[in-house]
Structures are given as C-alpha cells and as structure tokens.
C-alpha cells in the first residue's frame, strides 16, 4: 500500500501561484510513477501531469503546458505540482496518484490515490 496525502491547496487570484505537495509513505516512493489529476464540479476527474519514477521524464496536458511543472524528490518521499499564472478554470479538487506507467493520462492506471485538496481560482 501507498498513502498519499497532498497539501498546499488554497485561494489564489488569477494570475498567481501555487505549489502542491503529496508526501508518500508506506512502499517504496521510486518504484511509483506519480500523477495529478483533477475535478471540478460537475465535471469528470481529469490528468494534469504525471513524471516518471527517476523523474527524468514528464508529460502534461495541453491545458496545462507552459504554465505547471510537475516534479519529485524520491529522498523526500514527495512530489510536487508548480502551478503558475492560475486561471479560473484551474478552480478544482487536485489530486495525487500513484502507479507503474508516467505516461499516460487515464486514471484507472494509477493504484494509489490522495484525498484531494481544493484550488480556488478567482477572477
């Protein structure tokens, strides 16, 4: 089993920035590719970003290039997602996941899942 736990979740402006955290325990981190998802009201859970197990290699929606960096530190147990100039549409509950393959955007193939924590993007 992986317990995830994510936080730095918030109210920000459009425009501004935040970074999310997920700490993991239980397995061993490194052997886990690590994804975002998220899902806003009303709306089906959707990818945002995933990197692989070393954390050389990473792979973004469209809706998100240029603007979110995902990464991890396997000594930390943690990976992370830099949101950047924040839009409205960003508003949703983000979550972490953790599974075998980086590259891939559909969520039944990730095993492990944080709860979620919210963002809050004003206009």
């Known amino acids: 089993q992986v317990q995830l736990v994510e936080s730095g979740g918030g109210l920000v402006q459009a425009g501004g920035s935040l970074r999310l955290s997920c700490a993991a325990s239980?397995?061993?981190?490194?052997?886990?590719?690590m994804g975002w998802f998220r899902q806003a009201p009303g709306k089906e859970r959707e990818f945002v970003a995933s990197?692989?197990?070393?954390?050389?290699?990473?792979y973004y929606a469209d809706s998100v290039k240029g603007r979110f960096t995902i990464s991890r530190d396997n000594a930390k147990n943690t990976v992370y997602l830099q949101m950047n100039s924040l839009k409205p549409e960003d508003t949703a509950v983000y979550y972490c996941?953790?599974?075998?393959?980086?590259?891939?955007?559909?969520?039944?193939?990730?095993?492990?899942w944080g709860q979620g924590t919210q963002i809050t993007v004003s206009s």
């Open positions: 990197i692989s197990r070393s954390g050389l290699n990473t």
């Open positions: 996941a953790a599974g075998p393959f980086y590259r891939t955007s559909k969520s039944y193939q990730y095993e492990y």
């Open positions: 239980g397995r061993t981190f490194s052997n886990y590719a």
